[in-house]
T-cell receptor, first 115, second 111 residues
Framework: NAGVTQTPKFRVLKTGQSMTLLCAQD?????MYWYRQDPGMGLRLIHY???????AKGEVPDGYNVSRLKKQNFLLGLESAAPSQTSVYFCASKPIAGGKDYEQYFGPGTRLTVT | RKEVEQDPGPFNVPEGATVAFNCTYSNSASQSFFWYRQDCRKEPKLLMS???SGNEDGRFTAQLNRASQYISLLIRDSKLSDSATYLC????????????FGAGTRLFVKA
């Protein structure tokens, strides 16, 4: 199993450009998440999904959109990139079963710089 | 007040030392707790879950104190390979919608 993969690994954008980050998981997990991580701060949740076709806002959703058309994929879009969106973006997934709380499995991250 | 607080460190310890990290959380209704490890420029990975009765995994021991709302991680006989950032993670619901990550504690183990 590849686990959680993210595409691309690195990207440099100019202010105002748009892009889509792709997250894919092959573990048949129901839940998927997008986080951003900035120096000195914990991971902050951007958006999450509890299943195919459903998405919800997290702590810092402004400037981002998401879609989960297939269970295994979770896309994060930046419509008009801003320098404040320079960050490392992590995708994660998590299974659900019998009410037990499992850990999240993370992708390797996407390093995005907006100039 | 941050929802999950950790001492950012860094903790600089020699090989073989014992080191302990604490983490406090603000929501008394929090339901599950974890320690993750994050190496430089890598993704976080689960180190261990934290159970109410405390639990041990080799050189690592985790404790939970619900009354005082803190969790701890003890590392015995530190190895060079233990150098990393340790993230305290709190779930405020079994759905995992409200997962709060601490900013992490950096550990450097030196020969």
């Amino acid at each position: 199993n590849a686990g959680v993969t993210q595409t691309p690994k690195f990207r440099v954008l100019k202010t105002g450009q748009s892009m889509t980050l792709l997250c894919a998981q092959d573990m048949n997990h129901e839940y998927m998440y997008w986080y951003r991580q900035d120096p000195g701060m914990g991971l902050r949740l951007i958006h999450y999904s509890v299943g195919e076709g459903t998405t919800a806002k997290g702590e810092v959703p402004d400037g981002y959109n998401v879609s989960r058309l297939k269970k295994q994929n979770f896309l994060l879009g930046l419509e008009s990139a801003a320098p404040s969106q320079t960050s490392v973006y992590f995708c994660a997934s998590k299974p659900i079963a019998g009410g037990k709380d499992y850990e999240q499995y993370f992708g390797p991250g996407t390093r995005l710089t907006v100039t | 007040r941050k929802e999950v607080e950790q001492d950012p460190g860094p903790f600089n310890v020699p090989e073989g030392a014992t080191v302990a990290f604490n983490c406090t959380y603000s929501n008394s209704a929090s339901q599950s707790f974890f320690w993750y490890r994050q190496d430089c420029r890598k993704e976080p990975k689960l180190l261990m879950s934290v159970y109410s009765s405390g639990n041990e995994d080799g050189r690592f021991t985790a404790q939970l104190n619900r009354a005082s709302q803190y969790i701890s991680l003890l590392i015995r006989d530190s190895k060079l390979s233990d150098s990393a950032t340790y993230l305290c993670v709190v779930n405020e619901g079994t759905g995992g919608f409200k997962t709060i990550f601490g900013a992490g504690t950096r550990l450097f183990v030196k020969a």
